[in-house]
């Protein structure tokens, strides 16, 4: 399979934890994002990659929420301190950005979160 | 600033029939537009696009043209399938830009 793929993809926790998803991309894509889908809403950016680069943040990613890119390939998104409004379906999307890009994007399935 | 607007679902149309799912966009420049389709179970897909006015997107016989004038980019397909119920969620990404912004997601069931 060479699609997107996140790991875990539901995680049940308490008030108060951390949590961290993970998140494997296309392999010749160079550029991630990370999107926060609630019920009833669409995807919300969170944060933008392009390499190991974190190049763009959303005023949604309060400083609970740290992402990293170590060697420009998987991510990880870490969630501290969690509250119940971070009960969430967190999306991994990628993309190129080489010749021909048309801004398409590439989603897993969801990491889903559910804080009690 | 940049935003998407689609009609709020859901939807439950009887196979075969026609579809139109209406979406339109506010945004500063020249955006690309794009639908994007949820299976049950499943991660979103993009369905079809348009990078430019008056271009025409269309997949699997869906369709949807990019209409400058009105802001729009509705969804159409002639006679539905059951195969395609799902979550149907509008896009755009301005030109060069990094980040997409989405509609809320039109819910369709189609019944046999």
């Known amino acids: 399979d060479t699609g997107v793929s996140q790991d875990p993809r539901h995680k049940i926790t308490k008030r108060g934890q951390n949590v961290t998803f993970r998140c494997d991309p296309i392999?010749?894509?160079?550029?991630l994002y990370w999107y926060r889908q609630t019920l009833g809403q669409g995807p919300e950016f969170l944060t933008y990659?392009?390499?190991?680069?974190?190049?763009?943040k959303s005023r949604l990613l309060s400083d609970r929420f740290s992402a990293e890119r170590p060697k420009g390939s998987f991510s990880t998104l870490e969630i501290q301190r969690t509250e119940q409004g971070d009960s969430a379906m967190y999306l991994c999307?990628?993309?190129?950005?080489?010749?021909?890009?048309?801004?398409?994007?590439?989603f897993g399935e969801g990491s889903r979160l559910t804080v009690l | 600033g940049n935003s998407v607007t689609q009609m709020e679902g859901p939807v439950t149309l009887s196979e075969e029939a026609f579809l139109t799912i209406n979406c339109t966009y506010t945004?500063?420049?020249?955006?690309?537009l794009f639908w994007y389709v949820q299976y049950p179970g499943e991660g979103l897909q993009l369905l079809l696009k348009?990078?430019?006015?008056?271009d025409k997107g269309s997949n699997k016989g869906f369709e949807a043209t990019y209409r400058k004038e009105t802001t729009s980019f509705h969804l159409e397909k002639g006679s539905v399938q059951v195969s395609d119920s799902a979550v149907y969620f509008c896009?755009?990404?301005?030109?060069?830009?990094?980040?997409?912004?989405f509609g809320t997601g039109t819910s369709l069931t189609v019944i046999p």
């Open positions: 990659f392009q390499n190991e680069a974190q190049l763009e």
């Open positions: 999307a990628s993309s190129s950005s080489g010749g021909g890009y048309t801004g398409e994007l590439f």
């Open positions: 348009a990078t430019k006015a008056d």
């Open positions: 896009a755009l990404i301005k030109l060069l830009g990094n980040q997409f912004y």
């Open positions: 945004a500063t420049g020249y955006p690309s």
């Open positions: 392999s010749e894509h160079n550029r």
